[in-house]
């Protein structure tokens, strides 16, 4: 796997990766305001490749665009699909390029990107590919979805809950946590619990009131992404923040990233944010 980090990386790796894409593109859309993206999207259709957009039925303030958005992509001869309505979001980030998964913590759109403190991973391994295109040709034929292929792909409502407090329960001595919304109950108090136990937990963003946990506002920019690094060993980056309704109730998507360098680095990150928080 390797790390992407905004907004130091931008949005050149994901244009290179779509410009050099040969056979498929399949991209999962919540919020779209690149141009330079939109672009090789289409330059792609004209290659040959098959490209596949699949677009949130909605979100906060942004219909109109998405709309737009579709119609424009419908016309340069990408396949558009716009997901179901039944889970009150499909907040998802995902980007499948041939044999590559991007899952990211932040949208395609200048704020996240060039403003935002986010995270991505990008992954050649095969079962997680294959654990992503389940999901995705799932959510494009509006069918139900069912979590077969791994377990380090962390889909919710399906098996976010169950991974994550797996994932947090592991940790022996220490969790880094990037999120803007902890609120959740139990895992509020399995983070106390934690602390008691003599591990060292840190949260760069916002808690919940009562959920006492030792934590910091990011300074200089947004936060834009849901990470959490254990014993500094593995990390899962991506898009559900600890709260009942994104663990729940809403299409999120991360993944468990085991390989210890990338997960020190994200934890070399955190640090540095957490010397310059508030």
């Known amino acids: 796997m390797d790390l992407l980090v905004q907004p130091d990386d931008g949005l050149d790796p994901l244009v290179e990766a779509v410009k050099a894409a040969e056979r498929r593109v399949d991209i999962l859309i919540f919020r779209f305001d690149r141009a330079k993206l939109e672009k090789a999207l289409e330059d792609a259709v004209d290659r040959g490749v098959v490209v596949r957009a699949l677009i949130a039925h909605t979100n906060r303030g942004g219909e109109e665009r998405l709309r737009k958005l579709e119609l424009r992509l419908l016309a340069r001869g990408v396949s558009v699909s716009r997901t179901a309505d039944d889970l009150l979001r499909y907040h998802g980030k995902m980007l499948i390029v041939d044999d590559r998964l991007f899952v990211l913590g932040f949208n395609y759109t200048k704020t996240d990107i060039d403003r ?120 899962s980056v991506g898009s559900q923040s600890l709260r009942k309704l994104e663990l729940d109730s809403r299409r999120e998507i991360g993944v468990i990233c085991r390989e210890a360098p990338i997960a020190k680095r994200v934890a070399q990150i955190f640090e540095r944010d957490w010397e310059e928080a508030t």
């Open 116 to 235: 935002s403190r986010s995270l991505g991973l990008i992954i050649d391994d095969k079962k997680l590919i294959a654990a992503a295109e389940e999901l995705y040709d799932a959510d494009t034929n509006r069918q139900t979805y069912v979590p077969t292929a791994h377990d380090d792909f962390v889909v919710s409502p399906e098996s976010a809950r169950v991974a994550l407090t797996r994932f947090i329960k592991s940790a022996e001595k220490q969790l880094l946590i990037y999120d803007d919304k902890l609120s959740d109950r139990a895992i509020c108090r399995l983070l106390q619990t934690k602390v008691k136990d003599g591990v060292d937990v840190k949260v760069i963003g916002r808690t919940a009131k009562g959920c006492d946990l030792e934590s910091r506002r990011l300074k200089g920019r947004r936060l834009h992404v849901r990470a959490i690094v254990v014993d500094g060993k593995a990390v």
